[in-house]
């Protein structure tokens, strides 16, 4: 029987909820239990796929194809558990499916309400797909009072009713806040925050307390008593150095004990968390450095690059060496002034990660430039590898080389893709079709040659299965020219169209990749090309 533990916020967002979520998985793992973490996004969108990164940060996509909030990102670096398509739902997504529904007459002329029906259809999503899980974590995204987030809080106060006791617990994150000008933490607005669940119908079982400033104990008895919860189950949560160092410090201060106290839970193994203290030992421990540029289109905000950055850091800790990012915009590289040697001279790698759109395009391609003519460690992902492309398919003469993303053009190196072979079977797609759900997206493998630096990499496998996100492909009828210049297509999909990888053997380190490897690395678990782009920049490092 699965235990569900459902994880709301209040006072303001952004406070943290889905690493809180991650911190608590980890820690129920740590003690030897199974834990599984699902999203429910109120926004109207049928999922993030068509939101720009301004908006809502990175797509996170799963292994079975789906678009995902970013917290799903958190969920699986810090249990290493793969998300699903399961594991995330919007309200958009429920609507659509009951308007679908309703158009087909499934409702028999029922009157189609919020509740039941689409409560009903929230706590279908919570139920399913339990597997032998011990404990299923549910987040509710947004703010408690949110006009979006109700029907879920209504169906989480149905669902608490319906399970078995001490079957459902509720956490609360909420912010206790520093006003300078008194020298006082303000404990009213978690006050008002337990208030507003409570007229929910949802009492909260346990309360993580944000803040800036340590919390006495007078201040969290204040809490506790005004909340209607234990003392113990107030738990500070203060600003943390990393993200990696939380779950040791949520264990510090007794979240996982309190949470399985809640449950009825009290002989439960002791936590290993050996995982955690090597991964902050190695991340307060450098022994070296490295800076990585990455040359970007979204660098404004670098949430759009979440998993990158976090993949950057994870190559670090297979080195043992601080990773300092510098992000740099595309679009400084395009005007006639621009400098580029000043400002990537002092780099140890360069970085050109996956976007859409044409702008920056030429900055990106003059980034692979610089980094093939100094020898530099590059790495390109999805746009930044057919940036590559391009940019090798000019140095073959082929002066028009472009992307039909950007326009029509005499020389197609990067084209759309229409059709491609999936586990499904055939998926076909048209140019001017919806942009929702219409990429390639999710887990596809790859076959490496046997002799490419990639492979090597990888560990001598023949064979990846990696995830991706996008729309264009790089044109294998091109090959020929490309690896005149020394750009090798060492990794292809099995049926050798679609080309996966290319690479420089005669460069230091000079790999491209169509998909997305850093949404499968984690703290405890780098991903090998990031493993082995760092260790080329520590390289870098030691000859400039």
């Given at each position: 029987?699965?235990?569900?533990?459902?994880?709301?916020?209040?006072?303001?967002?952004?406070?943290?909820?889905?690493?809180?979520?991650?911190?608590?998985?980890?820690?129920?793992?740590?003690?030897?239990?199974?834990?599984?973490?699902?999203?429910?996004?109120?926004?109207?969108?049928?999922?993030?796929?068509?939101?720009?990164?301004?908006?809502?940060?990175?797509?996170?996509?799963?292994?079975?194809?789906?678009?995902?909030?970013?917290?799903?990102?958190?969920?699986?670096?810090?249990?290493?558990?793969?998300?699903?398509?399961?594991?995330?739902?919007?309200?958009?997504?429920?609507?659509?499916?009951?308007?679908?529904?309703?158009?087909?007459?499934?409702?028999?002329?029922a009157t189609v309400q919020v509740i039941p029906h689409v409560t009903d259809a929230i706590k279908e999503f919570a139920l399913a797909d339990q597997g032998d899980h011990d404990f299923i974590l549910c987040e509710i995204g947004g703010t408690v009072g949110d006009i979006e987030s109700l029907p879920f809080m209504e169906a989480i106060r149905q669902l608490r009713n319906e399970l078995e006791p001490n079957q459902t617990l509720s956490?609360?994150?909420?912010?206790?806040?520093?006003?300078?000008?008194?020298?006082?933490?303000?404990?009213?607005?978690?006050?008002?925050?337990?208030?507003?669940?409570?007229?929910?119908?949802?009492?909260?079982?346990?309360?993580?307390?944000?803040?800036?400033?340590?919390?006495?104990?007078?201040?969290?008895?204040?809490?506790?008593?005004?909340?209607?919860?234990?003392?113990?189950?107030?738990?500070?949560?203060?600003?943390?150095?990393?993200?990696?160092?939380?779950?040791?410090?949520?264990?510090?201060?007794?979240?996982?004990?309190?949470?399985?106290?809640?449950?009825?839970?009290?002989?439960?193994?002791?936590?290993?968390?050996?995982?955690?203290?090597?991964?902050?030992?190695?991340?307060?421990?450098?022994?070296?450095?490295?800076?990585?540029?990455?040359?970007?289109?979204?660098?404004?905000?670098?949430?759009?690059?979440?998993?990158?950055?976090?993949?950057?850091?994870?190559?670090?800790?297979?080195?043992?060496?601080?990773?300092?990012?510098?992000?740099?915009?595309?679009?400084?590289?395009?005007?006639?002034?621009?400098?580029?040697?000043?400002?990537?001279?002092?780099?140890?790698?360069?970085?050109?990660?996956?976007?859409?759109?044409?702008?920056?395009?030429?900055?990106?391609?003059?980034?692979?430039?610089?980094?093939?003519?100094?020898?530099?460690?590059?790495?390109?992902?999805?746009?930044?590898?057919?940036?590559?492309?391009?940019?090798?398919?000019?140095?073959?003469?082929?002066e028009k080389a472009s992307s039909t993303e950007f326009g029509p053009t005499q020389e197609p190196v990067v084209g759309i893709i229409t059709e491609w072979m999936s586990k499904e079977g055939l998926q076909t797609r048209e140019a001017g079709g919806d942009l929702g759900g219409t990429m390639r997206l999710g887990a596809y493998p790859a076959m490496l040659a046997g002799n490419s630096h990639v492979s090597t990499i990888y560990g001598?496998?023949?064979?990846?299965?990696?995830?991706?996100?996008?729309?264009?492909?790089?044109?294998?009828?091109?090959?020929?020219?490309?690896?005149?210049?020394?750009?090798?297509?060492?990794?292809?999909?099995?049926?050798?169209?679609?080309?996966?990888?290319?690479?420089?053997?005669?460069?230091?380190?000079?790999?491209?990749?169509?998909?997305?490897?850093?949404?499968?690395?984690?703290?405890?678990?780098?991903?090998?090309?990031?493993?082995?782009?760092?260790?080329?920049?520590?390289?870098?490092?030691?000859?400039?």
């Open positions: 029987m699965a235990r569900y533990i459902f994880i709301t916020g209040g006072v303001v967002s952004s406070l943290g909820k889905g690493l809180m979520a991650a911190s608590l998985g980890a820690l129920l793992q740590a003690r030897g239990y199974k834990v599984r973490i699902r999203k429910f996004d109120p926004y109207l969108n049928v999922d993030p796929g068509t939101m720009s990164p301004y908006q809502h940060g990175e797509v996170y996509v799963t292994d079975d194809g789906a678009e995902t909030d970013l917290d799903l990102g958190h969920y699986e670096r810090f249990t290493g558990v793969s998300a699903r398509q399961a594991d995330n739902v919007t309200s958009g997504r429920i609507y659509q499916q009951i308007i679908a529904k309703e158009r087909r007459g499934d409702y028999l002329g956490v609360h994150v909420t912010l206790v806040p520093y006003i300078a000008a008194a020298g006082e933490l303000k404990t009213k607005p978690t006050q008002h925050s337990v208030r507003e669940l409570a007229s929910l119908g949802i009492k909260p079982d346990v309360l993580l307390c944000r803040a800036e400033h340590p919390i006495p104990e007078s201040e969290r008895r204040k809490i506790a008593n005004f909340c209607n919860v234990r003392m113990e189950a107030v738990i500070p949560a203060l600003d943390a150095p990393s993200i990696y160092s939380v779950p040791l410090q949520y264990h510090n201060e007794g979240l996982d004990s309190e949470v399985l106290r809640g449950f009825g839970i009290t002989d439960a193994p002791e936590p290993d968390l050996s995982r955690w203290l090597d991964v902050t030992d190695r991340y307060f421990n450098p022994e070296g450095e490295v800076t990585i540029g990455v040359v970007g289109k979204y660098v404004g905000l670098q949430d759009a690059y979440k998993s990158l950055n976090e993949a950057l850091i994870h190559g670090g800790l297979a080195n043992r060496v601080k990773v300092n990012i510098r992000w740099i915009d595309a679009e400084v590289f395009e005007g006639e002034e621009s400098d580029i040697a000043a400002k990537l001279e002092p780099l140890h790698g360069i970085l050109v990660p996956g976007g859409f759109g044409e702008r920056g395009s030429e900055g990106k391609i003059a980034s692979v430039k610089f980094a093939r003519e100094r020898d530099v460690p590059f790495l390109g992902i999805c746009l930044g590898m057919q940036m590559a492309c391009i940019e090798g398919a000019r140095l073959a003469g082929l001598g496998a023949s064979e990846i299965s990696e995830r991706h996100r996008h729309r264009y492909e790089v044109n294998a009828a091109y090959r020929e020219p490309l690896e005149r210049t020394g750009l090798v297509f060492s990794g292809m999909s099995p049926d050798g169209l679609l080309p996966e990888i290319v690479e420089r053997p005669d460069h230091p380190w000079f790999v491209g990749v169509q998909y997305h490897p850093e949404l499968k690395s984690k703290p405890f678990d780098p991903h090998p090309l990031f493993s082995g782009f760092i260790a080329a920049a520590l390289r870098q490092s030691r000859l400039v």
